[in-house]
Protein backbone atom coordinates (compact mmCIF):
# COMPACT_ATOMS: atom_id res chain seq x y z
CA UNK A 1 0.00 0.00 0.00
CA UNK A 2 2.72 2.86 1.32
CA UNK A 3 4.12 2.10 -2.30
CA UNK A 4 1.42 2.97 -4.29
CA UNK A 5 1.62 6.53 -2.39
CA UNK A 6 5.07 6.43 -3.28
CA UNK A 7 4.52 5.77 -6.83
CA UNK A 8 1.59 8.38 -6.97
CA UNK A 9 3.26 10.98 -5.71
CA UNK A 10 6.66 10.48 -7.49
CA UNK A 11 4.15 10.76 -10.79
CA UNK A 12 2.38 13.74 -9.87
CA UNK A 13 5.26 15.48 -9.19
CA UNK A 14 6.64 15.02 -12.58
CA UNK A 15 3.98 16.73 -13.98
CA UNK A 16 3.24 19.15 -11.12
CA UNK A 17 4.53 22.74 -10.20
CA UNK A 18 3.24 22.14 -6.23
CA UNK A 19 1.89 19.03 -5.04
CA UNK A 20 2.15 18.09 -1.28
CA UNK A 21 -0.53 16.50 1.17
CA UNK A 22 0.81 16.25 4.54
CA UNK A 23 0.56 17.21 8.36
CA UNK A 24 3.53 17.06 9.96
CA UNK A 25 7.24 17.64 9.23
CA UNK A 26 7.87 14.43 10.05
CA UNK A 27 5.62 13.20 7.50
CA UNK A 28 7.12 15.45 4.89
CA UNK A 29 10.95 14.02 5.68
CA UNK A 30 9.66 10.31 5.46
CA UNK A 31 8.41 11.11 1.99
CA UNK A 32 11.31 12.61 1.06
CA UNK A 33 13.58 9.84 2.48
CA UNK A 34 11.61 7.13 0.76
CA UNK A 35 12.58 8.49 -2.86
CA UNK A 36 10.84 11.92 -3.22
CA UNK A 37 13.34 14.26 -2.72
CA UNK A 38 12.28 16.84 -5.58
CA UNK A 39 8.90 17.12 -3.46
CA UNK A 40 8.84 20.07 -1.52
CA UNK A 41 6.41 22.00 1.25
CA UNK A 42 3.81 24.66 -0.33
CA UNK A 43 1.10 24.07 2.31
CA UNK A 44 -0.20 22.03 5.08
CA UNK A 45 -2.96 19.84 4.99
CA UNK A 46 -5.07 18.04 7.29
CA UNK A 47 -6.38 14.69 7.02
CA UNK A 48 -8.53 12.11 8.50
CA UNK A 49 -7.40 9.18 11.22
CA UNK A 50 -8.52 6.99 8.65
CA UNK A 51 -6.01 8.20 5.87
CA UNK A 52 -3.49 7.91 8.67
CA UNK A 53 -3.27 4.28 9.40
CA UNK A 54 -2.38 4.02 5.68
CA UNK A 55 0.99 5.99 6.22
CA UNK A 56 3.18 3.32 8.14
CA UNK A 57 5.05 4.21 11.66
CA UNK A 58 8.21 2.73 12.93
CA UNK A 59 8.13 -0.86 14.87
CA UNK A 60 10.56 0.52 17.12
CA UNK A 61 13.17 -1.76 19.45
CA UNK A 62 12.65 -4.51 21.29
CA UNK A 63 14.73 -5.87 23.70
CA UNK A 64 15.36 -9.47 25.41
CA UNK A 65 16.55 -10.24 28.67
CA UNK A 66 17.15 -12.53 31.03
CA UNK A 67 17.49 -13.60 34.70
CA UNK A 68 17.13 -16.57 36.97
CA UNK A 69 13.74 -17.11 38.90
CA UNK A 70 13.92 -20.37 41.32
CA UNK A 71 14.86 -23.32 39.41
CA UNK A 72 13.57 -21.04 36.17
CA UNK A 73 15.16 -19.07 33.35
CA UNK A 74 12.90 -15.32 33.22
CA UNK A 75 12.60 -13.96 29.93
CA UNK A 76 11.81 -10.66 29.61
CA UNK A 77 10.48 -9.03 26.39
CA UNK A 78 10.42 -5.08 25.94
CA UNK A 79 8.96 -3.24 23.27
CA UNK A 80 9.42 0.47 22.33
CA UNK A 81 6.86 1.88 20.03
CA UNK A 82 3.95 -0.78 19.48
CA UNK A 83 2.59 -3.51 22.30
CA UNK A 84 3.48 -7.00 22.83
CA UNK A 85 0.15 -7.68 21.28
CA UNK A 86 1.48 -6.16 17.87
CA UNK A 87 4.77 -7.99 18.24
CA UNK A 88 3.31 -11.29 19.10
CA UNK A 89 0.60 -10.81 15.76
CA UNK A 90 3.38 -9.66 13.27
CA UNK A 91 5.97 -12.67 14.05
CA UNK A 92 3.01 -15.00 13.68
CA UNK A 93 2.43 -13.33 9.90
CA UNK A 94 6.40 -12.69 9.12
CA UNK A 95 7.52 -13.79 6.23
CA UNK A 96 11.31 -13.21 5.07
CA UNK A 97 12.38 -9.63 3.62
CA UNK A 98 8.84 -7.81 4.10
CA UNK A 99 9.21 -4.68 5.28
CA UNK A 100 4.97 -3.43 5.83
CA UNK A 101 2.62 -5.16 8.11
CA UNK A 102 -0.99 -4.33 8.64
CA UNK A 103 -1.97 -4.54 12.55
CA UNK A 104 -5.70 -5.91 12.80
CA UNK A 105 -6.91 -2.27 13.58
CA UNK A 106 -5.71 -1.29 9.84
CA UNK A 107 -2.35 0.70 11.06
CA UNK A 108 0.58 -0.29 8.78
CA UNK A 109 4.15 -1.20 10.56
CA UNK A 110 7.26 -1.11 9.16
CA UNK A 111 10.25 -3.45 10.44
CA UNK A 112 13.77 -4.08 10.09
CA UNK A 113 13.20 -7.60 8.28
CA UNK A 114 16.84 -8.66 9.12
CA UNK A 115 15.93 -7.76 12.73
CA UNK A 116 12.72 -9.58 12.97
CA UNK A 117 13.72 -12.14 11.38
CA UNK A 118 16.55 -12.70 13.88
CA UNK A 119 14.25 -12.05 16.91
CA UNK A 120 11.61 -14.88 15.54
CA UNK A 121 14.71 -17.45 15.13
CA UNK A 122 15.36 -16.79 18.74
CA UNK A 123 11.90 -16.72 20.51
CA UNK A 124 11.37 -20.06 18.33
CA UNK A 125 14.55 -21.55 19.52
CA UNK A 126 13.57 -21.11 22.66
CA UNK A 127 10.21 -22.24 22.50
CA UNK A 128 8.50 -19.21 22.63
CA UNK A 129 4.83 -19.12 21.58
CA UNK A 130 2.89 -15.78 20.77
CA UNK A 131 0.10 -16.28 23.59
CA UNK A 132 3.34 -16.25 26.36
CA UNK A 133 4.94 -13.30 24.28
CA UNK A 134 2.31 -11.23 25.07
CA UNK A 135 2.68 -11.35 28.94
CA UNK A 136 6.22 -9.95 28.17
CA UNK A 137 8.15 -12.20 30.98
CA UNK A 138 8.70 -15.97 30.48
CA UNK A 139 9.37 -18.72 32.37
CA UNK A 140 12.23 -21.08 30.35
CA UNK A 141 13.34 -24.51 31.49
CA UNK A 142 16.91 -24.15 32.85
CA UNK A 143 18.55 -26.28 29.70
CA UNK A 144 17.75 -23.13 27.40
CA UNK A 145 20.66 -21.20 29.29
CA UNK A 146 23.31 -22.76 27.12
CA UNK A 147 21.63 -21.80 24.20
CA UNK A 148 21.02 -18.03 25.24
CA UNK A 149 24.73 -17.89 26.52
CA UNK A 150 25.88 -19.35 22.77
CA UNK A 151 23.78 -16.59 21.34
CA UNK A 152 26.76 -13.69 22.70
CA UNK A 153 29.47 -15.83 20.71
CA UNK A 154 28.01 -15.76 16.87
CA UNK A 155 25.99 -13.63 14.82
CA UNK A 156 21.77 -13.43 15.87
CA UNK A 157 20.13 -11.36 18.35
CA UNK A 158 21.35 -10.53 21.47
CA UNK A 159 19.84 -11.18 25.16
CA UNK A 160 20.72 -8.97 28.18
CA UNK A 161 22.12 -10.91 30.59
CA UNK A 162 21.26 -10.03 34.45
CA UNK A 163 23.36 -10.96 37.32
CA UNK A 164 21.69 -13.89 38.41
CA UNK A 165 21.71 -15.23 34.89
CA UNK A 166 25.49 -14.88 34.68
CA UNK A 167 26.18 -16.24 38.16
CA UNK A 168 23.86 -19.24 37.05
CA UNK A 169 26.38 -19.84 33.71
CA UNK A 170 29.60 -19.50 36.12
CA UNK A 171 28.38 -22.56 37.96
CA UNK A 172 27.61 -24.37 35.27
CA UNK A 173 30.78 -23.88 34.36
CA UNK A 174 32.70 -24.67 37.55
CA UNK A 175 30.46 -27.67 37.41
CA UNK A 176 31.64 -28.96 34.01
CA UNK A 177 35.43 -28.69 35.17
CA UNK A 178 34.84 -30.32 38.24
CA UNK A 179 37.73 -33.26 38.54
CA UNK A 180 34.88 -35.87 39.25
CA UNK A 181 37.46 -38.76 40.61
CA UNK A 182 36.54 -42.02 39.33
CA UNK A 183 35.00 -44.02 42.00
CA UNK A 184 37.06 -46.81 44.12
CA UNK A 185 34.20 -48.89 43.86
CA UNK A 186 34.71 -49.08 39.81
CA UNK A 187 37.28 -51.76 39.01
CA UNK A 188 38.39 -50.68 35.41
CA UNK A 189 40.13 -48.64 33.53
CA UNK A 190 39.17 -45.76 31.67
CA UNK A 191 40.56 -44.35 28.47
CA UNK A 192 40.72 -40.38 29.05
CA UNK A 193 37.98 -39.73 26.41
CA UNK A 194 35.91 -42.42 28.76
CA UNK A 195 36.83 -40.03 31.49
CA UNK A 196 35.44 -36.93 30.19
CA UNK A 197 32.31 -39.30 29.20
CA UNK A 198 31.77 -40.02 32.77
CA UNK A 199 32.37 -36.61 34.04
CA UNK A 200 30.04 -35.22 31.46
CA UNK A 201 27.48 -37.75 32.47
CA UNK A 202 27.96 -36.00 36.35
CA UNK A 203 28.29 -32.92 35.20
CA UNK A 204 24.86 -33.08 33.42
CA UNK A 205 23.40 -34.40 36.41
CA UNK A 206 24.30 -32.10 38.98
CA UNK A 207 22.88 -29.36 36.42
CA UNK A 208 18.78 -31.11 36.53
CA UNK A 209 20.04 -31.93 32.64
CA UNK A 210 19.72 -35.23 30.54
CA UNK A 211 22.14 -36.51 28.08
CA UNK A 212 22.41 -38.36 24.69
CA UNK A 213 26.30 -40.03 24.76
CA UNK A 214 26.55 -40.64 21.17
CA UNK A 215 29.79 -42.26 20.57
CA UNK A 216 30.76 -44.33 17.49
CA UNK A 217 30.18 -48.18 18.39
CA UNK A 218 33.45 -49.39 19.91
CA UNK A 219 34.04 -46.78 22.40
CA UNK A 220 32.78 -48.08 25.54
CA UNK A 221 29.38 -46.51 26.49
CA UNK A 222 28.91 -49.54 28.60
CA UNK A 223 31.68 -48.72 31.05
CA UNK A 224 31.10 -44.99 31.20
CA UNK A 225 27.88 -45.33 32.23
CA UNK A 226 28.72 -48.35 34.83
CA UNK A 227 31.44 -45.25 36.11
CA UNK A 228 28.87 -43.10 36.58
CA UNK A 229 26.30 -45.29 38.22
CA UNK A 230 29.13 -46.21 40.81
CA UNK A 231 29.60 -42.06 41.65
CA UNK A 232 28.22 -41.72 44.84
CA UNK A 233 25.58 -38.83 43.79
CA UNK A 234 24.35 -41.07 41.24
CA UNK A 235 23.69 -43.81 43.56
CA UNK A 236 19.83 -44.86 44.04
CA UNK A 237 17.75 -46.92 42.30
CA UNK A 238 18.34 -46.98 38.73
CA UNK A 239 16.27 -48.83 35.81
CA UNK A 240 18.85 -50.06 32.04
CA UNK A 241 16.44 -50.26 29.27
CA UNK A 242 18.06 -52.18 26.25
CA UNK A 243 17.44 -54.67 23.43
CA UNK A 244 16.22 -58.07 24.71
CA UNK A 245 19.90 -59.23 23.37
CA UNK A 246 21.82 -57.22 26.03
CA UNK A 247 20.19 -57.97 28.99
CA UNK A 248 22.43 -60.47 30.08
CA UNK A 249 25.67 -58.34 28.78
CA UNK A 250 24.53 -55.77 30.85
CA UNK A 251 24.04 -57.66 33.54
CA UNK A 252 27.86 -59.40 33.22
CA UNK A 253 29.56 -55.72 32.46
CA UNK A 254 28.40 -54.48 35.86
CA UNK A 255 29.55 -57.78 37.55
CA UNK A 256 32.78 -57.19 36.30
CA UNK A 257 33.21 -53.69 37.15
CA UNK A 258 31.33 -52.94 40.15
CA UNK A 259 29.35 -55.63 41.77
CA UNK A 260 28.48 -53.66 44.62
CA UNK A 261 25.44 -52.02 42.10
CA UNK A 262 23.66 -54.97 42.63
CA UNK A 263 22.30 -55.61 39.28
CA UNK A 264 18.65 -57.43 38.92
CA UNK A 265 18.05 -58.59 35.52
CA UNK A 266 13.54 -58.42 35.35
CA UNK A 267 13.36 -61.76 33.77
CA UNK A 268 11.29 -64.72 34.20
CA UNK A 269 7.27 -64.37 34.34
CA UNK A 270 5.16 -61.54 35.31
CA UNK A 271 5.03 -62.56 39.05
CA UNK A 272 8.87 -63.61 38.84
CA UNK A 273 9.38 -59.91 37.64
CA UNK A 274 7.43 -58.01 40.26
CA UNK A 275 9.13 -59.56 42.87
CA UNK A 276 12.29 -58.89 41.82
CA UNK A 277 10.99 -54.85 41.07
CA UNK A 278 9.66 -55.17 44.61
CA UNK A 279 13.56 -55.81 46.36
CA UNK A 280 13.94 -53.12 49.21
CA UNK A 281 17.41 -52.37 47.57
CA UNK A 282 17.40 -48.53 47.39
CA UNK A 283 20.78 -49.01 45.15
CA UNK A 284 19.86 -51.61 42.61
CA UNK A 285 20.33 -51.47 39.18
CA UNK A 286 17.50 -53.31 37.50
CA UNK A 287 17.75 -54.09 33.98
CA UNK A 288 14.81 -54.97 31.54
CA UNK A 289 14.24 -55.32 27.72
CA UNK A 290 11.83 -52.83 25.60
CA UNK A 291 9.60 -55.73 25.27
CA UNK A 292 9.50 -56.84 29.17
CA UNK A 293 8.79 -52.62 29.94
CA UNK A 294 5.62 -52.40 27.14
CA UNK A 295 4.36 -55.81 29.02
CA UNK A 296 5.20 -54.25 32.36
CA UNK A 297 4.25 -50.70 32.61
CA UNK A 298 1.75 -51.53 35.22
CA UNK A 299 4.53 -52.45 37.49
CA UNK A 300 6.06 -48.70 36.94
CA UNK A 301 3.17 -46.81 37.54
CA UNK A 302 4.37 -46.23 41.84
CA UNK A 303 7.92 -46.80 40.59
CA UNK A 304 10.50 -43.80 40.88
CA UNK A 305 14.20 -44.26 40.05
CA UNK A 306 16.76 -41.84 40.22
CA UNK A 307 18.59 -42.75 36.50
CA UNK A 308 17.04 -44.56 33.64
CA UNK A 309 19.21 -45.58 30.58
CA UNK A 310 18.24 -46.04 27.32
CA UNK A 311 20.58 -48.28 25.33
CA UNK A 312 20.47 -48.71 21.87
CA UNK A 313 18.05 -45.38 21.77
CA UNK A 314 17.58 -45.70 18.08
CA UNK A 315 15.13 -48.37 19.71
CA UNK A 316 12.55 -45.20 20.00
CA UNK A 317 12.99 -43.04 17.44
CA UNK A 318 9.55 -43.73 16.32
CA UNK A 319 7.55 -41.94 18.81
CA UNK A 320 4.14 -43.65 18.20
CA UNK A 321 5.27 -46.93 19.27
CA UNK A 322 4.52 -48.61 22.05
CA UNK A 323 8.50 -48.65 22.91
CA UNK A 324 8.26 -45.40 22.82
CA UNK A 325 5.49 -44.35 24.68
CA UNK A 326 6.28 -46.38 27.89
CA UNK A 327 10.43 -45.67 27.79
CA UNK A 328 9.01 -41.79 28.12
CA UNK A 329 6.63 -42.97 30.76
CA UNK A 330 9.21 -44.10 33.45
CA UNK A 331 9.72 -41.88 36.17
CA UNK A 332 13.24 -40.87 36.49
CA UNK A 333 14.86 -37.90 37.67
CA UNK A 334 17.70 -38.35 34.89
CA UNK A 335 17.96 -39.55 31.99
CA UNK A 336 20.71 -41.10 29.61
CA UNK A 337 20.34 -42.18 25.78
CA UNK A 338 22.94 -44.42 24.38
CA UNK A 339 23.00 -45.20 20.92
CA UNK A 340 25.80 -45.07 18.25
CA UNK A 341 23.19 -43.68 15.48
CA UNK A 342 21.18 -41.14 17.08
CA UNK A 343 19.94 -40.64 13.67
CA UNK A 344 19.61 -43.74 11.18
CA UNK A 345 16.78 -42.29 8.60
CA UNK A 346 15.36 -39.02 9.74
CA UNK A 347 15.63 -36.43 11.71
CA UNK A 348 12.23 -37.27 13.30
CA UNK A 349 14.08 -39.55 15.35
CA UNK A 350 16.52 -37.52 17.14
CA UNK A 351 13.06 -35.69 18.15
CA UNK A 352 11.75 -38.80 19.37
CA UNK A 353 15.31 -39.26 21.53
CA UNK A 354 15.18 -35.83 22.64
CA UNK A 355 11.42 -35.80 23.78
CA UNK A 356 12.50 -38.66 26.10
CA UNK A 357 15.60 -36.67 27.61
CA UNK A 358 14.39 -33.51 27.56
CA UNK A 359 10.52 -33.36 26.53
CA UNK A 360 9.65 -30.18 24.84
CA UNK A 361 12.90 -28.68 24.23
CA UNK A 362 12.87 -29.67 20.80
CA UNK A 363 9.31 -28.14 20.31
CA UNK A 364 6.00 -30.37 19.31
CA UNK A 365 7.07 -32.89 16.42
CA UNK A 366 4.65 -30.46 14.31
CA UNK A 367 6.82 -27.23 15.14
CA UNK A 368 10.10 -29.24 15.08
CA UNK A 369 9.17 -30.64 11.46
CA UNK A 370 8.85 -26.86 10.06
CA UNK A 371 11.60 -25.56 11.62
CA UNK A 372 13.96 -27.87 10.94
CA UNK A 373 13.49 -31.40 9.31
CA UNK A 374 11.32 -30.01 6.30
CA UNK A 375 14.17 -27.17 5.59
CA UNK A 376 17.03 -29.45 6.30
CA UNK A 377 15.91 -32.80 5.11
CA UNK A 378 14.76 -30.97 1.71
CA UNK A 379 16.29 -28.35 1.14
CA UNK A 380 19.18 -28.33 2.76
CA UNK A 381 19.53 -25.26 4.82
CA UNK A 382 22.42 -25.02 5.94
CA UNK A 383 21.27 -22.17 8.58
CA UNK A 384 18.83 -24.65 10.12
CA UNK A 385 21.15 -27.31 10.19
CA UNK A 386 23.26 -25.30 12.01
CA UNK A 387 20.93 -24.23 14.49
CA UNK A 388 20.19 -27.63 15.61
CA UNK A 389 23.30 -28.67 16.21
CA UNK A 390 23.79 -25.49 18.15
CA UNK A 391 21.22 -26.43 20.17
CA UNK A 392 21.38 -30.06 21.15
CA UNK A 393 25.46 -29.87 21.19
CA UNK A 394 25.47 -29.17 25.59
CA UNK A 395 23.51 -32.61 25.68
CA UNK A 396 25.03 -34.27 23.01
CA UNK A 397 28.93 -36.18 23.22
CA UNK A 398 29.61 -37.80 19.90
CA UNK A 399 33.37 -38.73 19.46
CA UNK A 400 34.39 -41.34 16.51
CA UNK A 401 37.47 -44.26 17.15
CA UNK A 402 39.41 -42.63 14.37
CA UNK A 403 39.66 -39.19 16.62
CA UNK A 404 39.96 -40.81 20.11
CA UNK A 405 41.85 -44.00 19.40
CA UNK A 406 44.84 -43.21 18.40
CA UNK A 407 45.75 -47.04 18.88
CA UNK A 408 43.15 -48.91 17.65
CA UNK A 409 44.62 -50.44 14.17
CA UNK A 410 43.36 -49.42 10.64
CA UNK A 411 40.15 -50.42 9.04
CA UNK A 412 40.15 -51.70 5.26
CA UNK A 413 36.77 -51.48 3.40
CA UNK A 414 36.93 -52.80 -0.09
CA UNK A 415 34.03 -53.51 -2.46
CA UNK A 416 34.20 -56.85 -4.17
CA UNK A 417 32.02 -57.01 -7.71
CA UNK A 418 30.50 -60.50 -8.98
CA UNK A 419 29.79 -60.67 -12.65
CA UNK A 420 25.67 -60.79 -13.38
CA UNK A 421 26.00 -64.12 -15.75
CA UNK A 422 24.06 -66.63 -17.37
CA UNK A 423 20.74 -68.01 -16.10
CA UNK A 424 20.97 -65.57 -13.04
CA UNK A 425 21.09 -62.65 -15.25
CA UNK A 426 17.94 -64.32 -17.45
CA UNK A 427 15.82 -63.76 -14.28
CA UNK A 428 16.99 -60.72 -12.92
CA UNK A 429 16.68 -59.16 -16.05
CA UNK A 430 13.37 -60.66 -16.91
CA UNK A 431 11.94 -59.58 -12.88
CA UNK A 432 13.35 -55.79 -13.32
CA UNK A 433 11.84 -55.61 -16.87
CA UNK A 434 8.04 -56.26 -15.07
CA UNK A 435 8.52 -53.87 -12.31
CA UNK A 436 10.02 -51.21 -14.37
CA UNK A 437 6.57 -51.79 -16.69
CA UNK A 438 4.22 -51.77 -13.33
CA UNK A 439 5.94 -48.69 -11.87
CA UNK A 440 6.11 -46.64 -15.09
CA UNK A 441 2.06 -47.70 -15.70
CA UNK A 442 1.02 -46.12 -12.34
CA UNK A 443 -0.37 -42.96 -10.94
CA UNK A 444 1.45 -41.53 -8.01
CA UNK A 445 -1.75 -42.39 -6.10
CA UNK A 446 -1.09 -45.79 -7.01
CA UNK A 447 2.69 -45.60 -6.38
CA UNK A 448 1.94 -44.28 -2.83
CA UNK A 449 -1.15 -47.18 -2.42
CA UNK A 450 1.21 -49.76 -3.58
CA UNK A 451 4.23 -48.71 -2.20
CA UNK A 452 4.64 -51.56 0.81
CA UNK A 453 3.89 -54.20 -2.15
CA UNK A 454 6.75 -52.68 -4.30
CA UNK A 455 9.14 -52.80 -1.60
CA UNK A 456 8.19 -56.21 -0.88
CA UNK A 457 9.33 -56.76 -4.47
CA UNK A 458 12.57 -54.91 -4.40
CA UNK A 459 13.42 -57.66 -1.50
CA UNK A 460 12.47 -60.30 -3.83
CA UNK A 461 14.82 -58.60 -6.34
CA UNK A 462 17.61 -58.23 -3.77
CA UNK A 463 17.33 -61.75 -2.87
CA UNK A 464 17.66 -62.63 -6.41
CA UNK A 465 21.11 -61.10 -6.29
CA UNK A 466 21.73 -62.93 -3.46
CA UNK A 467 21.15 -66.17 -4.56
CA UNK A 468 18.35 -67.30 -7.01
CA UNK A 469 17.87 -70.29 -4.43
CA UNK A 470 16.25 -67.71 -1.96
CA UNK A 471 13.36 -67.63 -4.63
CA UNK A 472 13.23 -70.79 -6.92
CA UNK A 473 13.36 -73.87 -4.68
CA UNK A 474 14.97 -76.23 -7.36
CA UNK A 475 17.49 -73.59 -8.75
CA UNK A 476 20.17 -75.44 -10.31
CA UNK A 477 22.26 -72.43 -12.21
CA UNK A 478 25.00 -70.44 -11.19
CA UNK A 479 25.17 -67.64 -8.20
CA UNK A 480 28.37 -65.61 -8.85
CA UNK A 481 28.31 -63.58 -5.38
CA UNK A 482 28.00 -67.09 -3.56
CA UNK A 483 31.26 -68.46 -5.31
CA UNK A 484 33.08 -65.12 -4.49
CA UNK A 485 31.63 -65.19 -0.75
CA UNK A 486 33.13 -69.02 -0.28
CA UNK A 487 36.49 -68.25 -2.12
CA UNK A 488 37.43 -64.86 0.45
CA UNK A 489 36.31 -66.61 3.33
CA UNK A 490 38.44 -69.69 2.48
CA UNK A 491 40.94 -67.73 1.75
CA UNK A 492 40.90 -65.97 5.06
CA UNK A 493 40.13 -68.88 6.83
CA UNK A 494 43.44 -70.56 5.44
CA UNK A 495 45.51 -67.53 6.10
CA UNK A 496 44.56 -68.22 9.86
CA UNK A 497 42.25 -64.80 9.99
CA UNK A 498 38.59 -65.53 11.84
CA UNK A 499 35.54 -64.16 10.06
CA UNK A 500 32.15 -62.15 10.48
CA UNK A 501 29.40 -62.87 7.69
CA UNK A 502 26.74 -60.40 8.06
CA UNK A 503 23.67 -60.68 5.28
CA UNK A 504 19.80 -59.31 5.99
CA UNK A 505 18.95 -63.14 5.20
CA UNK A 506 18.35 -65.82 7.72
CA UNK A 507 18.09 -67.78 4.78
CA UNK A 508 21.26 -67.29 2.73
CA UNK A 509 23.17 -67.12 6.28
CA UNK A 510 22.23 -71.26 6.21
CA UNK A 511 22.63 -71.95 2.26
CA UNK A 512 26.22 -70.41 3.13
CA UNK A 513 26.71 -72.02 5.96
CA UNK A 514 25.64 -75.37 4.69
CA UNK A 515 28.45 -74.46 1.93
CA UNK A 516 30.92 -74.19 4.48
CA UNK A 517 30.19 -76.94 6.31
CA UNK A 518 31.14 -79.23 2.65
CA UNK A 519 33.90 -77.70 2.33
CA UNK A 520 35.12 -78.22 6.39
CA UNK A 521 34.82 -75.12 7.82
CA UNK A 522 32.77 -74.70 10.87
CA UNK A 523 30.91 -71.77 11.69
CA UNK A 524 28.09 -70.50 14.48
CA UNK A 525 25.61 -68.86 13.43
CA UNK A 526 23.75 -65.99 15.15
CA UNK A 527 19.52 -64.99 14.53
CA UNK A 528 16.19 -63.44 15.86
CA UNK A 529 15.65 -66.89 16.40
CA UNK A 530 19.15 -67.36 18.81
CA UNK A 531 18.28 -67.75 22.84
CA UNK A 532 19.84 -64.55 24.70
CA UNK A 533 21.50 -67.13 26.75
CA UNK A 534 23.01 -68.97 23.72
CA UNK A 535 23.39 -65.85 22.06
CA UNK A 536 25.97 -64.76 25.05
CA UNK A 537 27.48 -67.92 25.14
CA UNK A 538 28.67 -68.23 21.30
CA UNK A 539 29.97 -64.84 22.05
CA UNK A 540 32.26 -65.39 24.27
CA UNK A 541 33.34 -68.73 22.58
CA UNK A 542 34.20 -67.51 19.59
CA UNK A 543 36.60 -65.21 21.04
CA UNK A 544 38.98 -67.67 22.04
CA UNK A 545 37.96 -71.05 20.28
CA UNK A 546 38.57 -72.74 16.85
CA UNK A 547 35.63 -71.76 14.92
CA UNK A 548 37.06 -69.60 12.49
CA UNK A 549 33.58 -68.09 10.76
CA UNK A 550 30.23 -66.39 12.82
CA UNK A 551 27.37 -66.19 10.61
CA UNK A 552 25.52 -63.37 11.79
CA UNK A 553 21.91 -61.63 11.34
CA UNK A 554 22.50 -57.66 10.24
CA UNK A 555 19.64 -56.72 12.63
CA UNK A 556 19.59 -59.66 15.16
CA UNK A 557 23.70 -59.18 15.61
CA UNK A 558 24.56 -55.68 14.46
CA UNK A 559 24.85 -54.25 18.37
CA UNK A 560 25.75 -55.19 21.16
CA UNK A 561 28.69 -57.87 20.71
CA UNK A 562 32.47 -57.67 20.92
CA UNK A 563 34.04 -59.82 18.88
CA UNK A 564 37.18 -58.40 18.45
CA UNK A 565 38.49 -61.82 17.73
CA UNK A 566 37.36 -61.76 14.60
CA UNK A 567 39.49 -59.13 11.89
CA UNK A 568 38.02 -59.77 8.01
CA UNK A 569 34.18 -58.81 7.84
CA UNK A 570 32.32 -59.65 5.37
CA UNK A 571 28.82 -57.82 4.29
CA UNK A 572 27.31 -60.52 1.93
CA UNK A 573 24.14 -57.34 1.00
CA UNK A 574 23.76 -54.10 0.92
CA UNK A 575 21.63 -52.46 2.90
CA UNK A 576 20.35 -48.66 2.59
CA UNK A 577 21.18 -47.46 5.58
CA UNK A 578 25.17 -47.37 5.74
CA UNK A 579 25.05 -46.81 9.40
CA UNK A 580 23.85 -50.28 10.14
CA UNK A 581 26.69 -51.94 8.53
CA UNK A 582 28.94 -49.94 10.32
CA UNK A 583 27.79 -50.65 13.08
CA UNK A 584 28.02 -54.45 12.24
CA UNK A 585 31.55 -53.84 11.50
CA UNK A 586 32.71 -51.80 14.48
CA UNK A 587 31.81 -56.20 16.27
CA UNK A 588 34.94 -56.39 15.33
CA UNK A 589 36.68 -53.15 14.98
CA UNK A 590 36.80 -51.85 18.60
CA UNK A 591 38.72 -51.69 21.88
CA UNK A 592 40.40 -55.05 22.22
CA UNK A 593 41.15 -55.34 18.65
CA UNK A 594 44.84 -55.66 17.99
CA UNK A 595 45.02 -55.85 13.88
CA UNK A 596 43.96 -54.62 11.44
CA UNK A 597 40.37 -55.45 10.48
CA UNK A 598 39.62 -55.86 6.74
CA UNK A 599 35.56 -55.15 5.75
CA UNK A 600 34.65 -56.73 2.32
CA UNK A 601 31.05 -55.77 0.91
CA UNK A 602 29.65 -58.04 -2.02
CA UNK A 603 28.00 -56.01 -4.68
CA UNK A 604 26.50 -58.24 -7.88
CA UNK A 605 27.83 -55.75 -10.83
CA UNK A 606 24.72 -54.24 -12.92
CA UNK A 607 22.21 -54.72 -10.38
CA UNK A 608 19.83 -52.70 -7.76
CA UNK A 609 23.00 -53.32 -5.14
CA UNK A 610 25.20 -51.69 -7.36
CA UNK A 611 22.82 -48.25 -7.07
CA UNK A 612 22.21 -49.14 -3.71
CA UNK A 613 25.43 -47.86 -3.05
CA UNK A 614 25.42 -45.01 -5.38
CA UNK A 615 22.17 -43.69 -3.41
CA UNK A 616 24.03 -44.22 -0.41
CA UNK A 617 26.67 -41.75 -1.49
CA UNK A 618 23.94 -39.21 -2.67
CA UNK A 619 21.68 -39.49 0.35
CA UNK A 620 24.47 -39.56 3.14
CA UNK A 621 25.18 -36.18 4.79
CA UNK A 622 21.87 -35.69 6.74
CA UNK A 623 23.48 -37.13 10.47
CA UNK A 624 26.73 -35.84 9.23
CA UNK A 625 25.66 -32.07 9.19
CA UNK A 626 23.97 -32.62 12.82
CA UNK A 627 26.27 -35.45 14.96
CA UNK A 628 28.18 -37.51 12.29
CA UNK A 629 26.31 -40.43 11.10
CA UNK A 630 24.08 -40.97 8.27
CA UNK A 631 21.70 -43.16 6.65
CA UNK A 632 18.18 -43.45 4.43
CA UNK A 633 15.43 -45.38 4.70
CA UNK A 634 13.76 -47.59 2.78
CA UNK A 635 10.36 -46.05 3.69
CA UNK A 636 11.33 -42.81 2.48
CA UNK A 637 12.03 -44.18 -0.91
CA UNK A 638 10.50 -41.91 -3.92
CA UNK A 639 9.45 -42.92 -6.99
CA UNK A 640 11.95 -41.78 -8.91
CA UNK A 641 14.52 -43.60 -6.59
CA UNK A 642 12.53 -46.85 -7.35
CA UNK A 643 13.12 -46.36 -10.89
CA UNK A 644 16.56 -45.24 -10.56
CA UNK A 645 17.78 -48.71 -8.83
CA UNK A 646 15.60 -50.99 -12.02
Excluded at 81 to 94: F, G, P, R, T, V
Excluded at 343 to 369: A, M, V
Aim: aromatic share 8%; proline share 4%; hydrophobic share 40%.
Amino acid sequence: MFEEVLKYFNTQSANSESILISNSDDMMYTFMKEGIPSLQKKAEVYISESLKKLLPRPSGKTRLGVSVSGNLLQLNVQTEDISLEDLAYILKQYEPKKRYYRLKNGEFLTVEPDEMDQLRVTLSSLGVEEKELVKGTIGLPAYRAAYIASLDKGEGWRIEQSESFRNRLAEMEDTEHREYPVPESFHGELRPYQKEGYRWLCALRDNGFAGLLADEMGLGKTIQVIAYLSEEHSAGRSLIVCPASLVYNWNSEILRFNPELNPIMLVGTAPERKALMDTPDTQAVFITSYSTLVRDMELYENQAFDNIIVDEAQYIKNADTQTAKAVKAVNASFHIALTGTPIENTLSELWSIFDFLLPGFLYHYRQFRKEFEIPIARMQDDEASELLGQMIKPFTLRRLKKDVLKDLPEKLEEVYYAPLTGKQKELYEAWTSQLRIALAAQSDADFNNSKIELLAEITRLRQLCCSPSLIYENYDGESAKTDLCLELIERAVNAGHKVLLFSQFKTMLELLREKLTAKGIQSHILTGATPKEKRAEMTTAFQTDDIPVFCISLKAGGTGLNLSAADVVIHYDPWWNTAAENQASDRAHRIGQTNVVTVMRLILKDTIEDRILEMQKDKAGLSDRILSSEGISSAALSRDDLMKLL
